[in-house]
């Protein structure tokens, strides 16, 4: 079975079990799901919808305005249980700055400008383009997509920008989005880093991690 063989399998058993996918991350507006992105890294995604819960609802702290003008140690506080949050607080501020003094508070539609913002890499300008505008100019590459590409035997490369360009060349255009937030979701639900299930998975037919496991017996 060719690498694209194996996507289109995984795409239509992903979509059979998921439905249409969706962020797992709580917004309302564009700069709510850029600031929850930023916090995303190195931290669960239920971790970062309870204190975004708190900080963009209850303490009412969700726009560039606010951000931009508050002292850093008060965001830190803020986002302090998603770890890494001087560095995090630090982004969302300079972040914030950069809307309100080249787009109006705006979150700019291009790639380019998105990566120009404090905290923005590839991984989030994708997210942000896709969830907001369905916009695709690449496939997300989180450490689920990381993982669980590899174990599949899509990519053999660890480099997340190297597995985006691996991913695109196999991947249909149109499923760019949808494919992130199903190898996501399944990393979540089956393929579990430290205690997979691969006996109930329901893409281990194409799995070469799998499929190697199930020689050895």
Known sequence: MTKKEKVKYVLEK??????????????????????????????????????????????????????????????????????????????????????????????????????????????????????????????TVDTHVKRITNLLGLTEETDPVKIEKDLMKIVPKKSWIDFSHYIILQGRDKCIARRPQCSECEIKEVCKYYQKNQKKK
Request: proline fraction near 3%; glycine fraction near 8%; charged fraction near 30%.
């Open 14 to 139: 992903m979509e059979e079990k998921f439905g249409k996918p969706k962020c797992a991350l709580n917004f309302e507006t564009p700069f709510e799901l850029l600031v929850a992105v930023i916090l995303s890294a190195q931290c669960t995604d239920k971790r970062v919808n309870i204190v975004t819960e708190k900080m963009f609802r209850e303490d009412k702290v969700n726009t560039p305005e606010q951000f931009a003008t508050m002292e850093l140690n008060e965001i830190e506080e803020l986002i302090k249980s998603t770890g890494f949050y001087k560095n995090k607080a630090k982004n969302i501020q300079k972040a914030a700055r950069q809307l309100l003094e080249k787009y109006n508070g705006e979150l700019p539609k291009e790639m380019d400008k998105l990566l120009e913002l404090g905290g923005v890499g590839r991984k989030t300008a994708n997210v942000v383009r896709g969830e907001i505008w369905g916009l695709a100019d690449g496939i």
